[in-house]
């Protein structure tokens, strides 16, 4: 992703009622990729975009109240909420990742959003990460977004915010994200871990090293993931338990 | 990608089920909202021929069935079709190609009104041969002769016709039914079906003492003659007796001729009033008084001329088989209004001696024609007979619907097909996917088309319509697109009702899918596993972006597919 | 290894008691400890029920392999001395395997007790390789042909 | 209800002592409620690893228990509860109880833990003591019983996930907590004890040091079903520690913190912790105990810990740990302590092990005002020292850790005595709120065609998930003789039963086959169905498609599914053959003959007398008393004489109980239930009695020293003789010289005597007592005085009794010198050579087992251990069972106790023979072994081989045959095996079964049944 040679690499996924007008003129390095709606965007595949090479991934959907599925923008604002904390673990820009909401028939085209998103992107300039620790942080983030229960948190985040949870209660914003923070936090160590230990077996210290933790701290993610089924003993090196990962169904 | 015929798609939106005509208003509303404005038309036209009329005088039962009714106010679908016909026809007028001859058979249309052109216009399209008789010298029945200009401009009229006639409908004027020709010499002109569209043309009478006064004019006949052009001179003070659009329209005809004082004299009360709400408040702006709950009892002549109308005064009993109250005069309550002019507008009825009479029903209280309400069969095979001249007087829009009626059972007539197989229009559903009102945000109506024409200047007027085509771009995106995916045409590739499909092994039936669906059209099946509702989902892949177990996947734009898409990307 | 060694996958008959080695099998399922799933285990009482003429009932009809698994020497064994039976019965049938034709190797004793999940899986995992690099049965071999 | 009793029984805390007593009564024929505050029971031994001495893995010898207690049709559990009040007077209370809300319906729930897996929010785990985290919705442990499903409120964020993807839709938010109230005849309290919070001890560290961890949290730290999976790892970094360091007495002998006492387990644990961590860790481990004194004084104790010494290396340090300090960067851990001589130490370890004691329950002040009953000063329950299992309300009873600090052999042999007090109690009402269960006639199948059903489970997704059930249905229908096969969502649903019963009426199946989970837990329940449908319970087999299958092939859905099948086909070609087998019935003589008179055999003849059992009592001497005539005093200040003679009246007054004085007994023979004994009588005639059950009480005597100048120098006495000397007046000596450990501890006695430390504490204070200013010296290699025992140690150092430490290398030397008695030892801390010369020296000799033991073994064929006292049937969980059943065990014939612990051993072999006496009929396992006549050759192999003494050798027509005693039989199967003609066949699992079962699962195609 070298900085000076070519502009950056951007692609651009619009919901279907976004910028409509006849003929929108796309800058060159930006390509647009047409959705049903901008909630439609699984946050692991916009990982997987990150992945395969853009520098830049937006995400254009109808600002509220105009979403043509009534609230798709607005999990398209949490998913990307909690992508952003996602791309932070892995050690790239959050602002690599931008949501716009536009009013249907926004005023200004869509040529001077991209190309002012191109030049932040820019001005960014390569990311610090060396190819194969961006492939396993990115790839570790990817699986992380995979999750179950980050999924299941995500997913049912308007609803026990907004209205009501099991027992009739809301539950407050800000304690929410305190969970879904944890919950991302863990999750994205865990598939780190998971992704260190698949090709060799490593130790507790060798990970915290690599992950910049406290042994103690990846010691309890370690229990957690033999606990369920993604990790195990591989053998002992003098004093140190190795561990390698196991095929997660 | 080509329209879904309406037998597959049994569940419409509740403003397509509503309109008689069923026009696809969610397609032309989704494309109105992309600016595609001729494309909106040409949807349009593929279900009613006369978009420009109806965007004018329609009753839009579509706008009262709106779902958006329930938030704030209804789209202003009568508004956006008068202003894409509109613009259609200033702009980039479409000239409709002949569509060539497909069957030999030869089609008669007695009567050039909505209901009969509509026919013309079906059958035409089908390829049959079909030659549209009109008594009067112009086509249109009481589109022409019956609204008065404000409401709907003739040249409006001229045109949408015009489009007809170029599809290869052959109209001839000044033949008189029963007169010049007769469903013998029909036949024997070769004509395998006859459709009788004729309508309703002469103004019911009063029945009370004086009517044949001089100064007393049916509405109708009134109407009629100002669109013919012959000079009527209107009295200082006029009363006209109804409440339906021809009172409306005729009263605010008596206005613009200078009659000093109008009023409309009405036995019901203001909610009761058939005709439009929006045109009653034109008429009150033009000046016009309306006394209600008032029928006249006798007209007081002087030498021959009206010099007043003796009235009395009534109250609402129980409701009659119309649904509206009966209106129960109060004894001794007459009272005069010195008028010098009296136009009766009690609705019209048909010239029975026009028809012949095999084809007249036999009690008199119902509708004077025999006619199936399904298939507009009479009891003469081979001929058809629709419009206001079967149900009595009814709105264009009723009558377009019944044109169209006609032509499939004509097709299928000549066809030698089974007139009634699968037509039941009743079980056409009416579904309005909103699942929590409380997600909806309200939005005030942006677009209302303009009362008067502004006088602008060239490039004023260029501008003014840019922002009329913003404000109804606007408006169109108030539309919550009820049904299921609407063909809008807006991108082909893209959204040709794409569905979501779960992988039963995969899915837990943790229901996260549920709560998500914008429209609840996925829910857990008794054996606790995901099921989607093909008719209610509208392929917006929320479900399939947020399910836990990745179990369901969107069956055209799957996240392997948009996965190709950005890989392809990638090597440009 | 030979071209069909790669895709061989052998077939092993497991005898377990009851009281110590099954449960330790339990106990691998209960923490889902995964394991190659060519055993097909049999249960009884106790390890000193198990016959020496079964573990022969089992390689003549194609078995790859036999394991027979009880309680920890010296005190584990619910019915106080049956682990030193099989012990004796299993030692005294190996010797006599080689003259059959039939790596003693093929037949596995272990002492698996009820909370050894990762052991039971471990053997388990350590026999299919082992029994892979020896080959099929050779008294299948011989009545195939 | 005639006189207004109730034949239920409250037990209150399912740990080991309540479940224990649970089985006891329910046994017996009384109605148990057990009430647990947690959502399952098991108590702290379930979160133990390994137990001592025997290195048992502790939850495979609980596992059976808690089956035991949670299928028992007369125990109902109400978990996840407390006690709120109690009414009423003894047999006949009425108790209030609060049931807390789980929030998933009990009935509905079966376990399958999906919910578990599903449910996004992580808790501690406080079960395995924080070291790991667990799901909002948990059970404890894997094997929990009730297996019902629990949600932690305050973690839970009502995301309704888990309610979502139950299949059994078991999930209730809205359940509230509710009241019930109880009719019971008596209460035993079982609440256990909280271990004592080390952070109290801040000097530790503990809860700031990663690697400072209590003893509980290395119990799971080496625990295989533990957060580390069985290999020792420090919190902190996960390396396998080099050097573990274990601290004694963290929270107990600490005046300072009001603990005076001594938690009696603590000692034990740490040796068997350290021991096991070497064995759980591949590389070189030292470990080393600080403590003060090894309190190794239960049985095998002794060899246990000198085995860690020897065999293990483990290093043992005498001395209190001042504090811990840590080195951050390398989360080391530096012991200050001050070293044998006095010097202050400071060593480096990689991992602390604190041994916290004992403390009562969490919430005791709250259940002691709720029940009524008085606590003594450390908060634990006030008990007496001949009453040890009452407490101060009649009616309810206590055992465990409750009362007093203890280990499990205690807590268990307590639990059983305190089934017998409740027992006492209500014994009019036994059997009545008994739930007795009638059985359709059974069908006579044997002329049939096998015609097998069989049913796979999906067990929610657990199966179905992995395993293509249907598909294995489909080839269940191909297998020969199967007429019907079918899948269910859950097998072992109550309705699946009824589904079950009404299936083998219609296609009239003689056989069952389910393939669901293992057979160790759930074959009572379908052999149940089975028999409740009119069929025989052995006409029925399990095939374990999920524990062995699905859920350890997860990743190879093809391969489970072909396995599934072959373990299907397997297990019904073995159900082909089955036969039916009956439950083999003795009838019971309701009498019980107890062997001696001492403090145990009077109160087990006592309690079994007070239950309506009559009872034969022999004893050798010519008047009852054993052991307890020669005490005058104890410790705890109550008069021993006037117990005895309160005892001696009450049997002798009672008519239900035989005393033969000066008798023994010569001859058993029988087996449970219809034991023969012949009695010589005093007079030399011989009397035969019949009696169900067998109760050794025979005590124990005191070692006369051969060492020390004792038999030479009247000077030279044992603790006994001093004790009769102070009774009788006749002791005046000023300076005495005591010598702890004589005749034990030694090569020949390995193990500790228990009681000298005590009664050499006691006569030493009743010395001080006497004369203030007399000298005492005592010189011991470990003061063992466990338990509350710990606070007279404490007043006698503080009235100047002076104890001097001896190691075995350096023995103390008695001499004669010109008529002068002289001691000289080498002093510690002086660092050497002292002399004194006292007026007496006394030996604390050992208690050593009554040597008529070896003939008493041989006549009842019961084992002795190697320093000659009886060997019960499990040194832990059985500790006054003999492997025999039917002969019991209580007193010091077991091991040397003090009198509480003989009277609660007694009642507790009063109550494990009441579970046999109390039936009229007893029906034992179905699965034994049958000799075939014509077959046998009379080789007597069979015989040899059987450890249960199951086989004898019968004279028929002149041939010597060997016969199956069926009663005895535990069915293992050895004979069979064994059998050169193959004569003996087990049931159940006989040789064809077993070679069908081979040849199904090797054969693709299946041969019909002939």
């Known amino acids: 992703m070298s900085q000076d040679s070519h502009p950056p690499r951007i692609v651009c996924f619009m919901c279907n009622w976004a910028f409509c007008e006849e003929e929108m003129r796309i800058p060159y390095n930006v390509d647009v990729i047409r959705v049903m709606c901008i909630g439609r965007m699984d946050p692991a595949l916009v990982l997987e975009t990150f992945i395969k090479g853009f520098e830049g991934v937006m995400l254009v959907g109808c600002k509220p109240p105009d979403c043509h599925f009534v609230d798709g923008n607005l999990h398209a604002e949490r998913a990307v909420k909690m992508l952003k904390k996602l791309l932070a673990l892995a050690g790239l820009e959050p602002e690599r990742l931008k949501l716009l909401l536009v009013a249907p028939l926004e005023e200004r085209a869509f040529s001077h959003y991209a190309k002012e998103f191109s030049e932040e992107i820019w001005r960014l300039g390569n990311s610090p990460l060396k190819k194969d620790e961006f492939i396993a942080n990115l790839t570790a983030a990817k699986e992380a977004a995979s999750a179950f229960r980050l999924r299941v948190l995500l997913g049912r985040e308007e609803e026990l915010t907004e209205f009501m949870n099991a027992y009739g209660e809301k539950i407050p914003e800000e304690e929410f994200d305190a969970l879904l923070d944890d919950v991302v936090k863990a999750e994205y160590i865990r598939y780190k871990i998971h992704y260190l230990t698949r090709i060799k077996p490593r130790s507790v210290k060798e990970l915290a090293q690599i992950l910049g933790l406290k042994p103690f701290a990846v010691l309890r993610h370690i229990t957690n993931m033999r606990r369920k089924g993604m990790i195990a003993l591989d053998r002992v090196e003098g004093y140190t338990p190795l561990y390698k990962a196991l095929e997660v169904r | ?362 009690d008199k209280r119902g509708p004077p024609l025999q006619v199936d309400p399904l298939t507009l069969e009479t009891n003469i095979p081979g001929v058809f007979a629709g419009g206001d001249v079967a149900t009595g007087p009814a709105s264009i829009i009723e009558a377009v619907g019944a044109g169209k009626r006609a032509a499939i059972s004509i097709h299928r007539y000549l066809r030698d097909e089974d007139l009634r197989k699968d037509r039941d229009e009743e079980k056409i559903e009416e579904t309005t996917w909103v699942k929590d009102w409380r997600l909806l945000e309200k939005k005030e109506r942006r677009y209302e088309p303009p009362i008067e024409k502004p006088h602008l200047s060239f490039e004023e007027a260029k501008a003014y319509l840019e922002k009329l085509k913003r404000q109804a771009r606007f408006e169109a995106f108030r539309c919550l697109g009820c049904g299921p995916c609407a063909e809008c045409l807006a991108s082909m590739e893209l959204c040709e009702g794409d569905k979501a499909v779960v992988d039963e092994s995969k899915c837990v039936g943790c229901n996260v899918c549920a709560v998500i669906c914008p429209v609840g059209a996925v829910k857990k099946n008794e054996k606790g596993v995901a099921q989607v509702n093909e008719e209610l989902c509208k392929g917006c892949g929320l479900c399939a972006a947020r399910c836990p177990e990745r179990a369901i996947s969107m069956q055209k734009l799957s996240n392997e597919q948009i996965l190709t898409m950005i890989l392809t990307a990638l090597e440009r | 290894m030979s071209e069909t060694q790669k895709d061989f996958e052998p077939k092993i008959v497991g005898f377990l008691c009851n009281w110590c080695a099954y449960a330790g099998a339990d106990l691998a399922g209960v923490s889902r400890i995964q394991y190659p799933p060519n055993i097909r285990v049999i249960r009884v009482m106790c390890s000193g029920r198990i016959d020496p003429a079964f573990i022969l009932e089992a390689l003549k009809n194609g078995a790859d392999g036999v394991l027979v698994a009880g309680c920890h020497l010296p005190s584990d064994c619910h019915y106080l001395s049956g682990n030193f039976k099989a012990l004796r019965r299993v030692m005294l049938l190996k010797k006599v395997l080689k003259d059959f034709g039939i790596e003693p190797e093929r037949v596995r004793l272990e002492w698996v007790s009820a909370s050894e999940g990762d052991k039971f899986a471990a053997v388990v995992r350590d026999m299919v390789e082992q029994i892979k690099k020896l080959g099929p049965n050779p008294l299948k071999m011989e009545a195939k042909k | 209800m005639a006189n207004g009793k109730v034949g239920a029984v409250l037990v209150v805390g399912g740990g080991v002592a309540g479940i224990q007593a649970a089985l006891d009564l329910a046994d017996s024929g009384f109605k148990v409620y057990m009430v647990d505050e947690s959502p399952s029971i098991g108590g702290v031994m379930a979160q133990l690893d390994k137990t001592f001495p025997t290195n048992d893995c502790s939850m495979c010898i609980l596992a059976p228990k808690l089956v035991a207690a949670g299928r028992h049709p007369n125990i109902s559990l109400i978990t996840n509860s407390e006690v709120l009040g109690l009414s009423g007077e003894a047999g006949n209370f009425e108790v209030k109880i609060r049931k807390r809300s789980r929030y998933i319906n009990e009935e509905k729930c079966n376990g399958c833990g999906l ?230 130490r400071v060593e480096e370890f990689d991992m602390v092990v604190l041994s916290t004691g004992m403390q009562p329950p969490k919430n005791v002040e709250k259940l002691a005002k709720a029940l009524g009953i008085k606590l003594n000063k450390y908060k634990f329950c006030e008990t007496g020292a001949f009453t040890p299992l009452e407490t101060s309300k009649p009616g309810v009873f206590v055992c465990g850790a409750f009362s007093s600090p203890k280990d499990i052999p205690e807590s268990v042999a307590q639990a059983s005595g305190a089934a017998a007090k409740a027992m006492a109690i209500i014994a009019p009402e036994r059997g009545k709120l008994v739930a007795v269960k009638e059985y359709p006639p059974e069908r006579d199948v044997s002329q049939e065609e096998p015609r097998i059903g069989v049913f796979i489970c999906h067990c929610g997704i657990n199966i179905g998930g992995i395993v293509r059930v249907p598909e294995v249905v489909e080839y269940a229908k191909t297998l020969p003789n199967v007429v019907y096969a079918e899948d269910n969502l859950y097998t072992c649903s109550d309705d699946t039963q009824k589904r079950i019963r009404e299936k083998i009426k219609e296609y009239n199946l003689n056989r069952v086959v389910v393939a669901s989970c293992t057979p160790r837990t759930h074959e009572p329940l379908f052999r149940e169905t089975v028999r409740e449908a009119g069929l025989n319970p052995y006409l029925f087999e399990m095939a374990n498609i999920r524990d062995q299958c699905s859920w350890v092939h997860m990743h190879e859905p093809d391969a489970a599914t072909e396995k599934a099948k072959d373990l299907v086909r397997s297990v019904v070609a073995k159900a082909r053959l089955l036969k039916p087998l009956k439950n083999p019935t003795v009838n019971v003589t309701p009498a019980a003959l107890v062997i001696g008179g001492g403090v145990a055999g009077m109160t087990a003849a006592l309690e079994l007398a007070n239950q309506g059992f009559e009872v034969h009592l022999v004893e050798r001497e010519k008047e009852l008393g054993g052991h307890l005539r ?198 510690p801390v002086l660092k050497q050579e002292i002399q004194i010369q006292p007026d007496i020296v006394v030996l604390s000799a050992a208690t050593i087992p009554n040597p008529d033991n070896k003939r008493i073994a041989e006549m009842l064929k019961v084992p002795l251990t190697k320093d000659g006292f009886f060997l019960e049937a499990h040194m832990k969980l059985r500790p006054v069972d003999f492997q025999t059943d039917g002969v019991f065990l209580c007193g010091m014939a077991h091991s040397p106790k003090y009198i509480d612990e003989s009277i609660a051993q007694a009642c507790a072999a009063a109550a494990r023979a009441a579970t046999i006496l109390s039936k009229k009929v007893l029906e034992m396992e179905g699965i034994v072994a049958k000799v075939d006549e014509d077959l046998c050759s009379g080789c007597k192999i069979c015989e040899s081989l059987c450890p249960y003494g199951a086989i004898e050798m019968l004279e028929k027509e002149g041939k010597t045959v060997a016969h199956v005693i069926e009663a005895l039989c535990k069915g293992c199967g050895v004979c069979g095996t064994a059998c050169p003609t193959k004569a003996i066949v087990l049931g159940h699992f006989t040789t064809e079964e077993i070679l069908a079962q081979v040849r199904a699962i090797m054969r693709e195609m299946e041969v019909a049944a002939k």
């Open chain 4, 630 to 827: 020669k005490i005058y005093y104890l410790l705890e200040g109550e008069d021993p004489q006037d117990h005895l003679q309160k005892l001696v009246k009450a049997v002798m007054e009672n008519r239900l109980i035989h005393v033969y004085l000066g008798a023994e007994v010569v001859e058993v023979s029988g087996f449970v239930g219809n034991f023969k004994s012949k009695i010589r009588l005093n007079n030399g005639e011989e009397k035969q009695v019949e009696h169900g059950v067998v109760i050794v009480a025979t005590g124990a005597v005191e070692y006369k020293p051969k060492e020390y100048l004792y038999g030479v120098d009247p000077r030279v006495l044992t603790q006994h003789e001093l004790e009769e000397k102070i009774a009788k007046g006749r002791f005046n000596a000023r300076k005495v010289v005591m010598i702890q450990c004589v005749g034990a501890r030694n090569e020949e006695r390995p193990n500790c005597a228990r009681i000298c430390c005590g009664q050499a504490i006691k006569n030493a204070l009743k010395i001080k007592e006497l004369d203030p200013d007399a000298e005492v010296y005592i010189l011991y290699k470990d003061v063992r005085s466990y338990g509350f025992k710990e606070e007279y140690y404490r007043e006698a150092a503080n009235k100047g009794v002076i104890f001097i430490n001896y190691s075995d290398d350096r023995k103390p030397k008695v001499s004669n010198e010109g008529g002068k008695l002289k001691v000289s030892f080498y002093e």
């Open chain 4, 115 to 344: 919910c578990a897996q599903k449910c996004p929010v992580e808790a501690i785990d406080t079960y395995n003591k924080g070291l790991t985290d667990r799901s909002a919705v948990y059970v404890e442990f894997p094997q929990a019983v009730p297996l019902r499903y629990k949600i932690d409120r305050e973690k839970c964020i009502g995301c309704k996930t888990c309610q979502e993807v139950c299949k059994a839709n078991a999930v209730e938010y809205d359940q509230k907590d509710s009241e019930i109230t109880l009719k019971v005849g008596a209460v035993i309290l079982a609440p256990g004890f909280e271990p004592f919070d080390a952070r109290l001890k801040s000097e530790y560290g503990y809860g700031r040091y990663a690697n400072v961890v209590t003893s509980i949290e290395f119990e799971r730290i080496l625990s295989a079903s533990g957060p580390y999976g069985g290999i020792v790892l420090r919190p902190s970094d996960g390396e396998i520690p080099r050097k573990i360091a274990f601290v004694q007495c963290v929270g107990s002998r600490d005046a300072q913190l009001g603990n005076l006492y001594c938690s009696a387990a603590c000692c034990m644990y740490s040796i068997k912790e350290a021991i096991i961590a070497k064995e759980h860790v591949p590389t070189k481990l030292d470990c080393t105990i600080f403590y003060m004194d090894i309190r190794a004084y239960g049985k095998e104790f002794d060899a246990y810990y000198k085995r860690a010494q020897e065999e293990y290396g483990i290093r043992f340090v005498r001395s209190r740990v001042a504090s811990i300090t840590e080195d951050p960067a390398t989360g080391n851990l530096f012991v200050h302590y001050v070293g044998e001589d006095e010097t202050p």
């Open chain 2, 1 to 362: 990608m080509t329209e879904k015929p309406l037998k597959e798609v049994r569940k419409l939106p509740p403003c397509r089920a509503a309109c008689p005509a069923h026009v696809n208003v969610q397609a032309y509303v989704a494309l109105i909202q992309r600016g595609k404005f001729n494309e909106a038309v040409e949807v349009i036209r593929r279900d009613l021929p006369f978009p420009a009329i109806c965007g004018r005088v329609c009753f839009s039962p579509c706008e009262d069935a709106c779902a958006r009714v329930n938030l704030d106010q209804a789209v202003a679908i009568r508004a956006l079709k008068r202003l894409v016909a509109d613009i259609e026809r200033e702009q980039g007028r479409v000239v409709a190609q002949p569509v060539p001859k497909k069957y030999s058979e030869k089609v008669a249309i007695i009567g050039a009104g909505p209901a009969g052109l509509t026919a013309a216009y079906e059958l035409a399209k089908l390829g049959y041969p079909v030659t549209v008789f009109e008594r009067m010298a112009e086509p249109g029945g009481m589109m022409r002769y019956c609204i008065p200009d404000f409401r709907l401009e003739k040249f409006v009229v001229a045109n949408e016709i015009a489009y007809i006639k170029d599809l290869g409908v052959e109209i001839k004027t000044g033949v008189e039914f029963g007169k010049d020709i007769t469903i013998e010499s029909l036949k024997k002109d070769g004509y395998k079906a006859i459709f009788i569209a004729i309508g309703t043309q002469t103004g019911m009478k009063l029945n009370v003492p004086g009517e044949d006064l001089e100064g007393v004019i049916n509405a109708v006949d009134f109407l009629r003659a100002i669109a013919l052009g012959k000079k009527i001179t209107v009295g200082e003070r006029v009363a006209v007796i109804g409440g339906g659009n021809t009172a409306i329209d005729a009263a605010r005809t008596a206005k613009k001729l200078g009659a000093k004082e109008v009023m409309i004299l009405y036995r019901r009360s203001r909610e009761e009033m058939p005709a439009l709400p929006h045109e009653v408040e034109l008429a009150e702006k033009d000046g016009i008084k309306f006394y209600f709950l008032v029928a006249p009892k006798q007209i007081i002549g002087e030498n021959g001329r009206v010099k007043a109308v003796e009235c009395l005064r009534m109250r609402l009993g129980e409701p009659d088989e119309s649904g509206r109250r009966r209106p129960i005069p109060i004894a001794f309550s007459e009272h005069q209004y010195e008028v010098d002019m009296v136009i009766p507008a009690l609705g019209q009825v048909v010239e029975e001696s026009v028809l012949p009479p095999e084809l007249l029903s036999k």
